[in-house]
Structure formats: structure tokens, C-alpha cells
């Protein structure tokens, strides 16, 4: 069994972005990591290059900044990655997303015992979105609590944007890939930079989703999703978390969207009937 990881990343550091740590956390356990450098205003592919690993290749690339259409850039960055990597499975990891060091062995084990099952096309994780803070974790219908991070190879698969794949079975139609969730999480760290390295990443990015800047401010925010996290941290992440003690805490006068009321009444059902509402892009297999 050969193992491929890939990412993409432009502007890694300037963005803030844990894009080392994030390789490293998942190096030990592939046999090759495709990392596609779009063109950026910062040192992310001298850091990069730094790693000096002979798993590690890099494509450097030009991001079509004409193409603002839903995310498609970022599908576009993706694929070319995921088309240059050789193993039977790909494992796609997002320069804010870590892994950690306890869930490996599990992660490679599920990879060998679903290699030959041609009915299990992907697998997915959990997902634990720290908000605010390292202590603070965020859970509402409104935001995947799994998703789909390792694929087949041997299937054909695109990227519509960065965040899921479409399997192809026609030439002209699409659907989710089906998916087993093995028990291994993904720890996400984006909502944990700066305000101000978020305002600069919706400055650079917003575009690629034809839209304007988004005002980010933190404590704009439902108090009532974010939770303590009692875990442990990867390894790998430690030195580079905020140092900030106790449960984020947002403003109290934040008055609710109307999206959020729904995630609510969401919460509601879910809690009373035993249900996970919240968006999968996979077929899940039992």
C-alpha cells in the first residue's frame, strides 16, 4: 500500500496559517506529500523547502485570480495536487488542520483494512473546530462535524472547491463519495489566528467567491455552540497555540442571524430525537 498526502497553500505565513505543523503532523505516515505553492507575497515556499524531507514534493503554481466563481480556484489548486500524487489512497490536509500523533496508527490501519473493499471509496473524521481560542471548541449543525479527508486513488474524483469531492461514475454526473468513519479527528485551527490575520486572509480570498471582505470579529458570535475542550492538543501545535486561558467568551449584546436561530431550533431536534443535522458531503457506509 503506497500513501499519498497533498495540500495547496498560498501566502501561508503572511495568512497565519499553521501550514508546517500541519505537514509534519501527517508526514511520518505517507509515502509522499505533493504540496502545490501558489505564487505568494511571503517566504511560504522557502518554509516549506526548510522541511528537507525526500517525501515531499513541490509543484509551485499561478492562482487565475479572472476565476471568482464560487471557490473554483481552489478546486482548480487542489487538483492539481491530488493529479500529481502516485499512492493508492490521497490524504488531503488543509494548512489550517493538524492531526494527532495518537490517531496515526489508527489512520494507516483503516487505510490497509479498506484497501481492497471497492464499496469504501473514502474515509472520513471528526472534526474539532477550535473558535476564539485554544480551549473553545464550536459545535453547531452549521459547521461539519466530519468530513471527508482521504480518498482512493483509483476513483475518479474532483474538487468543485477546496473543501469536498464529487465522484464521477458518468461524464456528466456527480455525487459524494462513499465514506466510512474510521474514529480518528482532525483538529482545525483556523479560528484560532489573530482577528487581524483573518481580516487579511478575507481580504486576499473573498474574491475567489465573488464576493467583498467580511468583517471578522470574534465576538460576533453565538455563545451557545462554543464548548470547553478537555483534550489534549497534537504535539506538533503546542508551541504555536495562543496562550489565552478559559472558554472564549463572546459579546453579549451580539444579537443572533437568522441562520443561527435555525441552527438553534436545529440543535433542539437534534438533542431531542438523537440526530446530527449538520451537512455531510459523503455517503455514510455502516
Same mark, same amino acid.
Given at each position: 500500500?503506497?500513501?499519498?498526502?497533498?495540500?495547496?497553500?498560498?501566502?501561508?505565513?503572511?495568512?497565519?496559517? #499553521?501550514?508546517?505543523?500541519?505537514?509534519?503532523?501527517?508526514?511520518?505516515?505517507?509515502?509522499?506529500?505533493?504540496?502545490?505553492v501558489?505564487?505568494?507575497?511571503?517566504?511560504?515556499?522557502?518554509?516549506?523547502?526548510?522541511?528537507?524531507?525526500?517525501?515531499?514534493?513541490?509543484?509551485?503554481?499561478?492562482?487565475?485570480?479572472?476565476?471568482?466563481?464560487?471557490?473554483?480556484?481552489?478546486?482548480?489548486?487542489?487538483?492539481? &495536487?491530488q493529479?500529481?500524487?502516485?499512492?493508492? =489512497?490521497?490524504?488531503?490536509?488543509?494548512?489550517?488542520?493538524?492531526?494527532?500523533?495518537?490517531?496515526?496508527?489508527?489512520?494507516?490501519k483503516?487505510?490497509?483494512?479498506?484497501?481492497?473493499?471497492?464499496?469504501?471509496? &473514502? @474515509? &472520513?473524521f471528526?472534526?474539532n473546530?477550535?473558535?476564539?481560542?485554544?480551549?473553545?471548541?464550536?459545535?453547531?449543525?452549521? !459547521?461539519?462535524?466530519?468530513?471527508?479527508?482521504?480518498?482512493?486513488?483509483?476513483?475518479?474524483?474532483?474538487?468543485?472547491?477546496?473543501?469536498? !469531492?464529487?465522484?464521477?461514475?458518468?461524464?456528466?454526473?456527480?455525487?459524494? #463519495?462513499? &465514506?466510512?468513519?474510521?474514529?480518528a479527528t482532525?483538529?482545525?485551527?483556523?479560528?484560532?489566528?489573530?482577528?487581524?490575520?483573518?481580516?487579511?486572509?478575507?481580504?486576499?480570498?473573498?474574491?475567489? =467567491?465573488?464576493?467583498? #471582505?467580511?468583517?471578522?470579529?470574534?465576538?460576533?458570535?453565538?455563545?451557545?455552540?462554543?464548548?470547553?475542550?478537555?483534550? @489534549?492538543?497534537?504535539?506538533?501545535?503546542?508551541?504555536?497555540?495562543?496562550?489565552?486561558?478559559?472558554?472564549?467568551?463572546?459579546?453579549?449584546?451580539?444579537?443572533?442571524t437568522?441562520?443561527?436561530?435555525?441552527?438553534? @431550533?436545529?440543535?433542539?431536534?437534534?438533542?431531542?430525537?438523537?440526530?446530527?443535522?449538520?451537512?455531510?458531503?459523503?455517503?455514510? @457506509?455502516?
Amino acid at each position: 500500500m503506497k500513501i499519498s498526502a497533498f495540500t495547496f497553500i498560498k501566502n501561508g505565513q503572511l495568512l497565519g496559517y #499553521p501550514f508546517l505543523q500541519s505537514i509534519r503532523s501527517i508526514l511520518s505516515i505517507v509515502d509522499e506529500f505533493v504540496i502545490n505553492v501558489g505564487e505568494s507575497e511571503d517566504d511560504t515556499l522557502e518554509m516549506i523547502h526548510s522541511i528537507k524531507d525526500k517525501k515531499i514534493r513541490i509543484i509551485e503554481s499561478k492562482w487565475n485570480d479572472g476565476m471568482r466563481d464560487r471557490g473554483y480556484v481552489y478546486g482548480q489548486q487542489k487538483m492539481i &495536487a491530488q493529479f500529481n500524487c502516485t499512492g493508492d =489512497w490521497v490524504f488531503y490536509i488543509e494548512g489550517d488542520e493538524v492531526y494527532h500523533e495518537k490517531d496515526l496508527v489508527q489512520i494507516k490501519k483503516s487505510m490497509e483494512k479498506h484497501l481492497n473493499d471497492s464499496n469504501v471509496e &473514502a @474515509l &472520513a473524521f471528526g472534526f474539532n473546530h477550535f473558535y476564539g481560542n485554544a480551549n473553545t471548541l464550536l459545535d453547531s449543525p452549521g !459547521w461539519y462535524r466530519s468530513e471527508v479527508r482521504v480518498i482512493k486513488n483509483s476513483i475518479r474524483s474532483y474538487a468543485p472547491d477546496g473543501l469536498f !469531492w464529487l465522484v464521477l461514475d458518468s461524464n456528466k454526473k456527480g455525487r459524494y #463519495p462513499r &465514506a466510512k468513519i474510521i474514529g480518528a479527528t482532525c483538529y482545525h485551527y483556523g479560528w484560532v489566528r489573530s482577528e487581524n490575520q483573518m481580516n487579511l486572509k478575507s481580504i486576499k480570498v473573498q474574491k475567489y =467567491w465573488g464576493g467583498d #471582505p467580511l468583517l471578522i470579529d470574534y465576538s460576533q458570535m453565538d455563545q451557545s455552540i462554543l464548548k470547553e475542550f478537555k483534550g @489534549l492538543h497534537p504535539e506538533i501545535i503546542k508551541d504555536w497555540l495562543p496562550k489565552d486561558k478559559g472558554l472564549f467568551m463572546t459579546s453579549p449584546s451580539y444579537k443572533l442571524t437568522r441562520k443561527q436561530k435555525k441552527h438553534r @431550533l436545529m440543535i433542539k431536534f437534534e438533542k431531542f430525537f438523537g440526530l446530527n443535522l449538520c451537512k455531510k458531503h459523503y455517503k455514510l @457506509l455502516k
